[in-house]
């Protein structure tokens, strides 16, 4: 499929959307899903505190993209942005971005931050190459207050 060729609908994210999109994460080699927090209830709570930020990528009737877009009222995040592996390269993932951050522009948001696992080397470059700036200054941490919301890697062996 070449690039022009594809119609791809890039609109917000709805709560019916959840099976399809969990379905997609669960074909991205790498990807990090939450017991609790990528749950359906999970998602749609957060669908519903940021309703026109989520973005999921349409190609025909299925979906080929998607990205968990929110806000706290002071910065963005980005979370599980993610393109189905036969429709990468074709400018979809940047789209999807495009459309978060003109949401976010619009609430008057004027920053916003992403988690991309260094073990990621294609997400790793993608930011990069759309010009996002990977800060050395910070460290990142997280305290888990529910063991239960364990992170289970899709695709890849445990050590």
């Known amino acids: 499929m070449?690039?022009?060729?594809?119609k791809v609908r890039i609109?917000?994210?709805?709560p019916a959307d959840y099976d399809e999109v969990h379905a997609l994460w669960l074909t991205i080699r790498g990807f990090g899903i939450r017991a609790i927090d990528d749950s359906r209830a999970d998602i749609e709570r957060?669908?519903?505190r940021n309703p026109t930020t989520s973005v999921v990528a349409r190609?025909?009737?299925r979906?080929?993209?998607s990205i968990l877009c929110g806000s706290d009222g002071r910065q963005g995040a980005l979370y599980h942005v993610c393109v189905a592996e036969g429709f990468r390269r074709k400018g979809i993932g940047t789209r999807m971005v495009g459309f978060c951050m003109h949401q976010l522009k619009y609430m008057g948001i004027n920053k916003v931050t992403l988690i991309a696992f260094a073990s990621n080397d294609g997400g790793n470059a993608?930011?990069?190459?759309?010009?996002w700036k990977q800060r050395?200054?910070?460290?990142?941490?997280?305290f888990i207050l529910n063991?239960?919301?364990?992170t289970r890697f899709i695709g890849v062996e445990e050590a």
């Open 2 to 6: 070449e690039k022009d060729l594809l």
């Open 11 to 14: 609109m917000p994210m709805v």
């Open 46 to 48: 957060f669908i519903r």
């Open 59 to 61: 190609v025909e009737d």
């Open 63 to 65: 979906i080929v993209g």
């Open 126 to 131: 993608f930011w990069n190459q759309i010009g």
């Open 136 to 142: 050395s200054d910070v460290n990142y941490y997280e």
């Open 147 to 150: 063991e239960k919301n364990i």
